[in-house]
């Protein structure tokens, strides 16, 4: 039985995602763009978990609604990412306003996330914060 959170699971809720496999996000710019188009929309806050391998190609996208960084158990991100033999995590956070919520607390689990996938030497590249109008990149800022 796959390990669950106290509030959801990341699942994959678009079956047509399966047709970013492969697809190939060289530049810190495609992630970007990538996720502010496919979070720009939302209804609810959600979590978006996108793997990539070496030649940062998609290996995989999550993305869960009513989720935040701490509403899901690290290790179901590491397994995800184990499972799918990701090189790089990309997270981001969508919210169906114009301002995401404080972020403090998910700046500090996502270092803490960040180290213990270095561990095994899984970088998290970014978390993405995407909003009605645009996307705050947290490494952009010097924030992670």
Request: charged share 25%.
């Amino acid at each position: 039985m796959e390990p669950t959170s106290k509030a959801t699971s990341i699942t994959n809720t678009a079956p047509q995602r399966r047709a970013l496999l492969g697809r190939q996000l060289p530049t810190h710019e495609d992630v970007k763009a990538f996720l502010c188009t496919e979070l720009q929309d939302v209804t609810e806050e959600t979590l978006a978990l996108l793997l990539l391998d070496k030649a940062y190609r998609v290996v995989h996208f999550y993305q869960t609604s009513n989720a935040t960084l701490s509403t899901i158990y690290p290790r179901e991100i590491i397994q995800r990412a184990l499972r799918h033999k990701a090189h790089s995590v990309v997270l981001a956070r969508g919210f169906p306003s114009k301002e995401p919520r404080d972020n403090r607390t998910e700046v500090k689990l996502v270092k803490a996330l960040k180290d213990l996938l270095a561990l095994i030497d899984i970088h998290i590249l970014d978390l993405i914060a995407v909003t009605r109008s645009g996307c705050v990149s947290f490494t952009d800022n010097g924030w992670l």
